[in-house]
């Protein structure tokens, strides 16, 4: 069974529209103002709303290169060698290229009417009018995609705890058997994330930014941390005291991971942890000074992630 999506809807429907609307006003070539509304949607809102106008730009544009070349040079195959050659540089200097096509059908209907009378402009620009109208009309719906941006939120952050815990295992037996696919997992899930998060924001007008796009790119950094410190957990391999210190505490910061901000508590815990690393006595062993100082570095690592999610401001 094939899929049908809600940008083949609105495609199929627009065009219909578009079409009937011309086609009642005995507009000639009507078929062409389904085609401008099927160039014209796109995938969001503002890029719908960019593509419009870039579209009437490029049309208005190439109504006046077909005057001053067919009526200066003739309806002639060179004239039209000659216009391309002018106008598509225009379009790239004016910025858009994107309108080329939808004008160029324009364009050949002048050619092939062999005239630019006023009524022929009329109907030109009338069809230029509904099929970009409609296009814009039908593509400002678009489906909510809130609860596929939380499903993302509860996969993330399900892969963050798995992680943890299996640092917290390595770090209270010195064995481990996790094969690290939630690393791969979660760096998917993070770019999917974000870009269907940027596809909402192109949605709304009014804003540049919202909640999910801004929680997304924070979890983002914070991945980053993860995978930098994994290699400095493996590598640990003498058993310290301040080792189930530090796992008692990723286990216990693995329980908190969720869209609340918690993290200054952990900050908190964290800098008391150090503090006690501090009064204890100092290493006896070159192993152990290494063990403990990597953990050292492991905890400021934790401190950064801890930071980034401090920042991080739900509205």
Known sequence: ?????????????????????????????????GILTILCIQVTKKKSLKSAW??????????????????????????????????????????????????????????????????????????IIIGIGVALLVNM??????NKLKEYQRIIEDLFRIIFKEIVHYLRTNESQWDGKEITLTAEMLQQAKTLALQNVENHFL???????????????????????????????????????????????????????????FIRQLEEMKKQFQEMPLPKTREEFEERAALLHFVKEMEQYLIIKSQFKAS
Do not use: W
């Not at 495609?11 to 000639?28: K, M, R, W, Y």
């Not at 924070?218 to 980053?224: A, D, L, P, S």
């Open 141 to 146: 719906y678009m489906p909510s995609v809130e």
């Open 207 to 265: 804003r540049n930014e919202d909640y999910y796009y801004r929680y997304f790119r924070m979890r983002e950094k914070q991945f980053e941390i993860i995978e930098r410190v994994l290699p400095l957990i493996t590598s640990i391999t003498y058993t310290v005291e301040q080792r189930n210190m530090v796992a008692d505490f990723i286990d216990e910061l693995s329980d908190a991971i969720h869209p609340g901000n918690t993290a200054l508590k």
């Open 1 to 33: 069974m094939f899929k049908i999506g809600y940008r083949t809807a609105k495609t199929a429907v627009g065009t219909a529209i578009a079409i009937s609307l011309a086609q009642s006003l005995n507009l000639q070539n009507f078929a062409s103002a």
């Open 54 to 127: 870039a579209r009437f730009i490029a049309c208005v544009t190439g109504m006046l290169f077909s005057f001053l070349f067919f009526e200066g040079i003739g309806y002639h195959p060179i004239a039209i060698a000659l216009l391309l050659l002018f106008f598509i540089p225009t379009t790239v200097a004016l910025k858009v290229t994107e309108g080329i096509s939808t004008s160029s059908v324009i364009i050949l209907h002048f050619y092939m009417a062999e005239q630019m009378t006023a009524k022929l402009l009329y109907n030109e620009l009338l069809l």
